[in-house]
């Protein structure tokens, strides 16, 4: 048996791998819990250490790993197994941002809780692009510690050729395949059906005529180049 972690923030295309990975490959089990948001098992675990941050307080936590080996050790805890491979969903920083932000204004008053202000006027609320920035910042520096055990899977990729992806997290962690084809699915938990349009919407970068110009830039502050440029992104001005 092969044991998983799943990670990424909310809207980065983690249901869609929870959905892939089962269907796809032989004994395998993602030992992730959804009820224990504050604890490194749930997907949207909140990893970093700034956790004034952390959008909502459900994912409130006051532990702070200074490796990896102690996230390892953390979950080994919780989970009983040793042997875990870690695989994290990322998406482009601004079209998440646009997918995050409606979902923060359709629970309104549970990010008010936390400061999370100014849904409306969008540019006056770069909250959405620091905890990016610092969840994926953590994310990376974990993974030049074991890049072995952790791979980061962007969002794009898996809509462009989810082929292509599954072949490369099944080569990297030594994973079986269910049969010589992979089933895709076009329809995942939270998620509308997705259509050409919607791909070409991402695939395109077409989401970036949504933004003004003062707003790009105020988001983009918040951004910094090394974390994008590593996650394959770049920054927009």
């Not at 102690?70 to 997918?99: C, D, F, M």
């Not at 259509?195 to 003062?214: D, I, P, Q, V, W």
Request: contains cysteine; proline residues 3%; charged residues 30%.
């Amino acid at each position: 048996m092969e044991y998983i972690m799943l990670y990424g923030l909310q809207r980065t295309g983690t249901n869609y791998l929870e959905t892939l990975l089962p269907n796809n490959f032989k004994n395998i089990e993602l030992l992730n819990d959804g009820s224990a948001r504050s604890l490194p098992v749930h997907k949207h675990f909140r990893l970093y250490d700034e956790q004034f941050c952390v959008p909502e307080p459900k994912y409130y936590n006051n532990f702070k790993y200074e490796s990896f080996s102690e996230l390892q050790n953390h979950v080994t805890q919780l989970t009983g197994v040793k042997e875990v491979n870690y695989i994290v969903a990322v998406r482009n920083p601004y079209n998440w941002y646009l997918s995050y932000r409606r979902l923060a204004r359709k629970n309104v008053s549970l990010f008010n809780k936390n400061k999370w202000f100014n849904y409306v006027r969008r540019d006056e609320n770069p909250h959405f692009m620091i905890d990016f920035n610092l969840f994926y910042k953590k994310w990376l520096a974990f993974q030049e510690q074991d890049p072995g055990r952790i791979m980061l899977v962007r969002h794009e990729d898996m809509l462009n050729d989810v082929e292509q992806v599954l072949n490369t997290i099944s080569d990297k962690f030594h994973l079986e395949k269910k049969s010589d084809r992979y089933l895709d699915s076009d329809k995942v938990n939270m998620s509308k059906k997705f259509t050409a349009k919607k791909r070409s919407y991402y695939l395109e970068n077409k989401f970036l005529k949504e933004f003004g110009k003062k707003e790009l830039e105020i988001l983009t502050a918040h951004l910094e180049k090394e974390v994008i440029t590593k996650l394959g992104y770049e920054l927009q001005q």
